[in-house]
């Protein structure tokens, strides 16, 4: 039988590796793995390369994370906001790599890597300065730059319903970098609100198939 | 001379906006132009982070915390909207779907270049977005911002000062002096605010005008 | 109020111009928009490149289209299958071209093409004679191969549900290269099973936006 | 000596597969292996037309006509199956998340390669389907074939005559005479079907093996 359903964080969490590249889920605060967060500070890998839409906020989850000093590099389309201090605080010291990406570019690269697609021609950027070094080639008269596919070591994602094959949906809007990493990690962890019976969810409406999934832990939540 | 007001701005833009159109606001400014289409108009609002069909914002007590824009406000889905996820959202943009985005700027050329991401070539920290995606991808793009920085410097330019976000996008500009269309030749002054005059207007932009 | 549901064949076929690119939805019988393909024999549009997976059987549908002579080029995947007879004949006789591509390069051709991707680069099909002039590149240790979007001028597809939006549902393996292809057409006219009123389908499960429809035509069909 | 039948070759292909893969079968003999694994075991078969989790066909009177697999056969879903489309369907193959690839093949090379889609360089017509996709995207890429054709000519070869599916792509081959693994130096014999000899395997293969 498959039960892709750990019962422990720790189980979660086994095998994270210093240097893995993890691409984080969210946007905002919604749809944010928070509990697997947790569970990857506690877990101790260091040197990560983190991929997300946010640079994290306040001094809890990925701000935690790098103001332990674990993230060496971080990916993503929107680092600065309000409450992005620690985010500020360490690229200002020059202890934080940051590559910025376009957000649909972003979407798109570990889209390609879930897809099998090594590389594809875009026009997003072109002429701008995150366009500096890329390959530029006009494709049906119009230019664009290459962009290569943004594989993932571990995945972390939040779904709203989960079953032990590892089948995914998701609620309203927390549906958004979470069902595009969940196909671009090597190991894809899931921290679902609701563990379902194999068989009751909906096979036209299945957003993440268990295929791109690796573990799952229950996490209730707050929010029901 | 009275200047528009940044509600009137975005009624403006949003008089603009045919039945039927897909369209995504950005931050600030644009975000207002929702609410000056009526929801008996079917115009159809998109949001990056995978909502298209996006409602106003939810009545008090009524905030469902999984439904935000890309705003990060809390917003509503209307009969007919979808959820999808950001790679889906993105192809939406990106594949030329969107019929009309409508961003807040730092800049505009004549030529149609867009500045709105970074104000200069050394940001510590830039952030983004979805704002190259959104100028490269929609199938028009067209700004709201105010006429003039705080200090009085035109937002309208020759050339964008400023790290580009895309190149020869913008097709229309709506600031609280104008209503300006980008042709080949550069700006066309479509309206003014009322009691404004051509000269004051040429003096507040620093860029050719047609009339 | 935007209202996608055409009432005749004759207008949801209005425009198709001589030479267009017809995306055709389907994969062997299932999914297959044959009102809109009778529609469009009906409405005389010539010249045409058809991109289908497969290459019409029998003496109807596509095959009739091609038999009447109006389909200058076929891309697909499998063209030959036990009743591909018009398309053999037509094909030995150097009266159609035939373009052949891997069935998921084919669909990842047309998802480019839906999302802005000028082209990509994949492994499949490196070292064999479909590669072919084709640009090599290695990307991440791995010999890969550039594909262009495929466009289409018309997408044809059949769907389950539809509302007036355009939002879209379908049955089963009914989805098949249907959703695909719906985001690829310049203009996508549905057949659609039914005609459901705007809200009733859940958000959570509509598989192509209206974003991506133009014209919804109600065909009941015989299976219901 | 015995040669294996086909449902044997089937059977013996599903003997290697552990519970938990993710699995594509080919048209042909590896259609077959499906009906060697018992329900109990689970392993998820996927269908290029965007179905995953497929079962076996359905009973007398239960067909559903808009459940086909890739072979054009009506099939079932397994409870915890699902429908995507085709993108989605080929993501999962081009993607490297399906584990195995079972494959038929008219040839197959000891340095890997497969020729399983035309017979000649010049062959009318030729028809790829999702072989192509399928070999170069599988995590794995098995070949369950007859040893050699109906008139006697090896189907394991040091080269294949005939147009690649892929280049250095199987890495096991399950014949009716034997299982031979693909390595870096060759086919290696894993077993031999009941009273073969070596003399006789080696006779009947094109290639040099490995016992």
Chains 1, 3 share one sequence.
Not at chain 1, 33 to 46: S, T, V, W, Y
Request: glycine residues 12%.
């Amino acid at each position: 039988m498959i039960d892709k359903i750990v019962r422990s964080m720790a189980e979660a969490m086994a095998g994270i590796a210093d240097g893995s590249t993890v691409l984080l889920g969210g946007f905002g605060s919604v749809g944010q793995p928070d509990a697997l967060l947790d569970g990857l500070i506690e877990q101790g890998a260091k040197d990560l390369v983190v991929v997300a839409n946010n640079a994290g906020t306040g001094r809890t989850g990925l701000a935690l994370l790098m103001e332990l000093g674990r993230v060496r590099r971080i990916i993503c389309s929107y680092p600065r906001s309000s409450g992005s201090v620690v985010f500020e605080e360490l690229y200002r010291a020059g202890r934080l790599e940051l590559e910025i990406v376009p957000q649909g570019t972003l979407a798109e690269r570990m889209r390609a890597a879930g897809a099998g697609v090594g590389g594809f021609y875009t026009p997003t950027g072109v002429g701008t300065k995150l366009a500096e070094g890329k390959e530029v080639r006009e494709i049906d008269g119009r230019m664009m730059i290459l962009e290569t596919a943004l594989h993932g070591d571990v995945a972390l994602v939040e779904a709203w319903n989960a079953d032990r094959w590892g089948n995914l949906t998701y609620n309203k809007s927390g549906r958004n970098f979470n069902a595009v990493m969940a196909t671009a990690g090597r190991m894809t962890i899931v921290q679902a609100y609701h563990i379902v019976p194999l068989g009751s969810l909906d096979p036209e409406a299945i957003v993440t198939p268990g295929i791109f999934v690796n573990r799952v832990i229950h996490v209730p939540g707050v929010t029901a | 001379m009275n200047l528009w007001t940044r509600p009137q701005m975005a009624a403006r833009v949003a008089a603009d906006i045919p039945e039927g159109w897909y369209v995504n606001l950005g931050i600030g400014i644009p975000t207002l132009v929702a609410d000056h289409v009526e929801a008996s108009r079917e115009v159809i609002f998109h949001s990056e982070n995978g909502v298209l069909g996006m409602g106003p914002a939810p009545a008090e007590g009524e905030v469902d915390p999984w439904l935000i824009n890309a705003g990060k406000q809390y917003v509503t889905l209307r009969e007919g909207g979808a959820y999808v996820h950001h790679a889906d959202s993105f192809a939406m943009i990106r594949g030329g779907h969107i019929d009309l985005c409508v961003l807040g700027a730092f800049e505009v050329a004549e030529n149609g270049d867009i500045a709105n991401w970074a104000t200069s070539e050394n940001d510590t920290a830039p952030a983004v977005g979805g704002a190259m995606d959104l100028a490269a991808g929609a199938k028009r793009l067209w700004v709201v911002m105010e006429h003039t920085t705080k200090d009085g410097r035109s937002k309208l330019a020759r050339r964008c000062s400023y790290p580009l976000t895309a190149v020869g996008a913008v097709k229309r500009v709506f600031t609280n002096m104008a209503v300006l269309d980008i042709l080949a030749d550069g700006f066309h002054v479509v309206e003014m605010a009322e009691g404004l005059t051509r000269e004051a207007l040429m003096a507040a932009t620093d860029a050719a005008l047609h009339f």
